[in-house]
């Protein structure tokens, strides 16, 4: 196993599951696109018995990176880290600067429904975007199509780099979903934004669409329907600023998008970039 870090990496959350084979399938994809490495990254919760528990994970995850290698080309790194996984996966994302963490989900079931979702509980942790996904890559060998929802809040430009920087690596065209809204003062916000996107995506000669929901009132799920309707291979979002334990017990509108039914991926983005530092991370 290598120790040392790579500023660029792609970190996926690895717990021996289904999921987490599909999580690793997609940073697949997406390593050969940028030619980033891949490191998978294993939780072991505090205990008496943790250092047992690391050593059966290595003892798994070993074989597992050299079978990987064989088949593939590509080096895969792993670690073992221990404590929670709502703060440690996030907290490592953070200070080892990596490119973006991909992460499996089964959706919000059982007790997820009366804790909130425990992908977003992990996500909002990050510094670093998380790629959200429930089914292996589809037969594609690229984002296509990428759904970029719009609203009001200043908050929503800073996913604007990653819609440029997916778009840039798999010549994706950007949809850019607003909500239809009467409300003059919003209105006005929701196109100031609009405005912002459409002339970074230009300078960057991303190809994009600007679209208007149907129905006012739940944009969750007119995004998610507008995604379904075009077949849409990934969901671009902002995640709610400074998030509360209410906020989970009540919903919020990114858990319903995160465990969509459809099981299109997600790429949630925290808002911890000043929008003054938006400009300096453009290409």
């Avoid at 996926?12 to 940073?27: E, G, I, K, M, Q």
């Avoid at 008496?48 to 798994?60: P, R």
């Avoid at 089964?106 to 977003?120: D, E, F, N, P």
Wanted: proline fraction near 4%; glycine fraction near 6%.
């Amino acid at each position: 196993m290598e120790n040392e870090k790579s500023p660029k990496e792609l970190l996926v959350t690895y717990d021996f599951t289904p999921v987490s084979d599909n999580a690793l399938a997609h940073a697949l994809r997406i390593s050969k696109y940028t030619d980033s490495p891949i490191r998978l990254l294993h939780v072991v919760g505090e205990g008496s018995n943790q250092e047992t528990k690391k050593e059966e994970a290595a003892g798994k995850l070993e074989p597992l990176c050299n079978e990987f290698y064989k088949q593939n080309g590509i080096k895969l790194n792993y670690l073992i880290l221990t404590g929670s996984i709502f703060n440690t996966i996030g907290k490592y994302a953070s200070e080892s600067k990596a490119r973006m963490v991909i992460m499996g989900t089964h959706g919000v079931k059982g007790m997820q429904k009366l804790t909130g979702s425990w992908a977003l509980k992990v996500i909002v942790k990050s510094k670093v975007p998380f790629l959200v996904v429930q089914d292996k890559p589809s037969e594609k060998h690229r984002f296509t199509d990428i759904v970029f929802p719009i609203d009001f809040k200043a908050e929503t430009r800073e996913k604007l780099h990653w819609g440029i920087y997916m778009g840039k690596y798999f010549s994706s065209r950007i949809h850019l979903f607003k909500p239809p809204i009467t409300d003059k003062a919003i209105g006005k916000k929701i196109n100031t934004n609009i405005n912002f996107a459409t002339r970074y995506l230009i300078q960057n000669n991303i190809d994009y669409q600007i679209h208007v929901g149907k129905k006012s009132g739940n944009f969750a799920k007119e995004t998610l329907a507008f995604a379904q309707e075009i077949n849409a291979d990934l969901i671009l979002i902002t995640t709610t600023k400074n998030v509360n334990m209410t906020d989970f017990m009540f919903g919020l509108p990114e858990q319903e998008i995160i465990a969509n039914s459809a099981r299109i991926p997600v790429m949630a983005v925290n808002p911890h970039v000043g929008i003054s530092s938006v400009h300096s991370v453009m290409y």
